[in-house]
Each structure stands twice: as C-alpha cells, then as structure tokens.
C-alpha cells in the first residue's frame, strides 16, 4: 500500500513538473516590437561619455596604483634575491631588524 502512495505522488509531481514546463504564447503578429536605434547613442558618443565617467575612474584607479608600486616590487624581489645568492654562497648578513 505504501508503494501505491510513492507512485501516486511521483506521477503527481512528475505531471505538475511537466504542466509548468509548457511552452509561452507567443507575441501577437500583428503589432511588431518598437524600434530602439534612434534611442542609442552613436559609437563614439558612447565612448566619450565612458571616457569622462567616473566609473571608468574606478575602474582603472587600482590598475594605476598597481602600476605604481611595480618599481617597489621588483625592486624588493631583487634584493631578496641578491640575499638568498649571498646566504647561499656563505656571505650571509644578519637580517635588519
């Protein structure tokens, strides 16, 4: 009798699954959509208004201040090298505290 059950409620739910995986209406034909295009702004217009916004700016400010900071970076690796070269060929310093 359980089984009965088990059935009943996957074919149940099986059948709703498939109820409300129908297709939609589609559109009306005898209205076609409204055309957007004069609505857009020209390419460069766009590009102009991107260039000046102040989302670019964030965008772009982290870049910038990576760049920035490059020289310190490589500057730091070089002299961490140079310091395991010199450790490694027994010419060790003492780190600075």
């Known amino acids: 009798m359980k089984r009965a059950w ?3 409620l996957t074919s149940a739910t099986l059948g709703l699954a498939l109820a409300g995986c129908s297709r939609p209406e589609p559109p009306e034909k ?3 959509p409204e055309p957007t295009a004069e609505q857009m702004p020209t390419p460069a217009a766009a ?3 991107y260039a000046g916004s102040t989302v670019s700016a964030q965008m772009h400010e982290p ?4 760049k920035a900071v ?3 970076v490589l ?3 070089k002299q961490q090298r140079a310091d395991i070269d010199a450790q490694a060929a027994g010419n060790a310093t003492q780190p600075e505290q």
């Open 6 to 8: 088990v059935v009943a």
């Open 63 to 66: 870049i910038d201040r990576a």
């Open 47 to 49: 590009a102009a208004d």
């Open 70 to 72: 490059e020289a310190t």
């Open 30 to 32: 005898d209205q076609p």
């Open 75 to 77: 500057d730091a690796a």
